[in-house]
């Protein structure tokens, strides 16, 4: 369910996302939503702010060896870590066999785990809405799976994407909300108030 509404305020774009890792690493969050492309560019926007520190070089490298193999595919979110033992739990939810539970707990690692978001194929292309309601749906069936117990998403293919929030914030607000884990929805700099707003976001149709 989401817990709370955050903007960054009145920041440059820049600050904006170094700002959104810096709030999820203060938070009580296990994982933290990263949005990227498949074509293994983390050049800008979240992406860049988290290729740019160093405790996430592994996610980095991890990320950049799955694209150049076609691993990453448009809307279909993964994690980093690997969940352990993940097909076997796939196979188990297939079968009808997953009893809600999973051993890959957090306090096994001390950084955050990432789940990277592919929004778009290209960098150089426009995010799809498509694109993102497929992942909330991939996270929905998977995210209890993965061991997810909480969440800090950024405002998904909006700014560098050029998705309007206006859009996708009711539309994220909607899915994520349905959710049985604390989230934490980050929306764009400089959003109008009324538009970061439970009214507006729950609201709008």
Not at 94 to 105: E, I
Not at 153 to 162: D, V
């Amino acid at each position: 369910m989401i817990e709370q509404v955050k903007t960054a305020g009145d920041v440059s774009r820049a600050d904006e996302y170094e700002s959104y890792i810096r709030d999820g690493l203060r938070q009580p969050i296990q994982t933290l939503v990263n949005t990227v492309n498949c074509k293994g560019v983390m050049g800008k926007g979240v992406a860049l702010a988290f290729k740019q520190q160093p405790r996430f070089g592994d996610m980095y490298r991890d990320y950049k060896r799955r694209c150049a193999a076609g691993r990453v595919e448009p809307g279909v979110p993964y994690l980093y870590p690997d969940p352990p033992n993940c097909g076997n739990a796939i196979v188990a939810e297939q079968l009808g066999l997953f009893a809600g539970t999973n051993d890959h707990k957090q306090d096994e690692r001390s950084e955050p785990w990432v789940l990277n978001f592919p929004t778009k194929n290209h960098w150089k292309e426009r995010s799809k809405i498509s694109y993102l309601e497929r992942g909330l749906d991939h996270l929905k069936l998977h995210y209890k799976l993965w061991g997810i117990t909480s969440l800090a998403i950024p405002a998904l293919g909006c700014e560098n994407g050029r998705l309007e929030w206006a859009t996708v914030g009711p539309m994220l607000y909607r899915r994520l909300d349905q959710l049985d884990i604390p989230v934490i929805l980050y929306a764009p700099r400089n959003v109008p108030a009324e538009q970061a707003s439970v009214e507006f976001l729950a609201g709008a149709s």
